[in-house]
DNA sequence: GTCTATAAGGCGATAGAC
DNA sequence: GTCTATCGCCTTATAGAC
């Protein structure tokens, strides 16, 4: 439980707030409520919104590359597919979803080196998810509906949505219904 | 090119308003200026922000629901799909995308009746997909890779999400890659 | 680094004239 | 119905003391 800096406060309450309530749903304020601090120590460490926005999107980016990169390729594929599922099936049924996925619906009102950071995260997951397939394909007996790297997207796609879902309806099961196309894609299942 | 009263403009922007920058990302003073009222004509009408949001949201679903109820179950389904699938490519590439798709990431903001009618709309959506599934089961030779309902589910929201993409990233990918999914599952395709 | 104070303007909403 | 005027508050952001 290390002490964190002004600084790091303010990131890791930006990313719970944005994943609350989007880029225009939060203020100065609030998050100077919640480190405890007047609204014009945040612009000491980042001058604009814009820039604490970027600092957070660029952070949670870095994050899950990590957590993904730590995923052994070499273990079998539904193993690979539990750990990279499993952090998103515990964010569901709080009133968090990703960050990534509320920034896109504010994407009108976000500065390019945002989105560019926000394009390159959605990417890193359709990469994963397309070797994935890619490694998993000469295991199954039959071929994929849809070649890896669609198929990547439309996962993707559905687990993104899968948690807003969840967070609009209490129900886990959108997000089960696109764990279950991801599991039934894999070899032996 | 009918003339529209007041409140028909005021819905027809809101309803353009909020699929660009979402709940927390249009004022009355964007909606009147639109219009060309004060913002007080605004509140005459709908007094309050949520009432003005109900009112759209309920517009919006009801439009959907009169255009899949258009589509007759008795045609082939690739050319259900087609019809189905026609509004949201033609929305794509704009700066605008679904609606509930835009409140689903402003939830929090959001009173329960607007939850409520959001939620219908994706049920409604997802109820459809089952029903074509359902009857397009038995012209398969090969069964699904889920049960209809959680299929349903997963195409609608790789669409959802593939339409917020869209946007994000200038590409119909992975839109695409959700309708060639939907058209895989179809027969004979 | 953190504060007080304040600028300059936007927000939803209301009262009351016409 | 639509307006002017205004309320009370919130917003991002800056200047300058400590």
């Known amino acids: 439980m290390k002490t964190l800096s002004v600084r790091e406060q303010l990131i890791e309450h930006t990313l719970v707030l944005i994943?609350?309530?989007?880029?225009?749903?939060?203020?100065?304020?609030?998050?100077?409520?919640?480190?405890?601090?007047?609204?014009?120590?945040?612009?000491?460490?980042?001058?604009s919104k814009d820039d604490l926005v970027l600092e957070a999107v660029r952070e949670y980016s870095a994050r899950t590359h990590e957590r993904i990169r730590a995923i052994d390729t070499s273990l079998p594929p539904a193993e690979q597919v539990r750990q990279y599922l499993e952090p998103i099936r515990t964010g569901s049924g709080t009133d968090q979803v990703?960050?990534?996925?509320?920034?896109?619906?504010?994407?009108?009102?976000?500065?390019?080196?945002?989105?560019?950071?926000?394009?390159?995260?959605?990417?890193?997951?359709?990469?994963?998810?397309?070797?994935?397939?890619?490694?998993?394909?000469?295991?199954?007996d039959t071929?994929?509906?849809?070649?890896?790297?669609?198929?990547?997207?439309?996962?993707?796609?559905?687990?993104?949505?899968?948690?807003?879902?969840?967070?609009?309806?209490?129900?886990?099961?959108?997000l089960d219904a696109a764990a279950a196309v991801l599991a039934g894609v894999m070899p032996q299942s």
Chains 1, 2 share one sequence.
């Open 98 to 140: 990703c960050l990534v996925g509320m920034l896109s619906a504010d994407v009108l009102s976000l500065s390019e080196p945002v989105r560019a950071t926000m394009r390159d995260y959605v990417r890193m997951h359709e990469q994963w998810l397309t070797g994935l397939f890619e490694r998993a394909q000469p295991l199954r």
């Open 19 to 47: 994943r609350r309530r989007g880029f225009n749903g939060f203020s100065y304020r609030d998050l100077a409520e919640l480190v405890g601090v007047k609204t014009s120590s945040i612009h000491y460490y980042f001058p």
């Open 143 to 174: 071929p994929y509906p849809v070649p890896p790297a669609q198929l990547a997207q439309v996962v993707y796609g559905a687990l993104q949505s899968g948690l807003m879902a969840a967070r609009l309806s209490g129900t886990h099961e959108r």
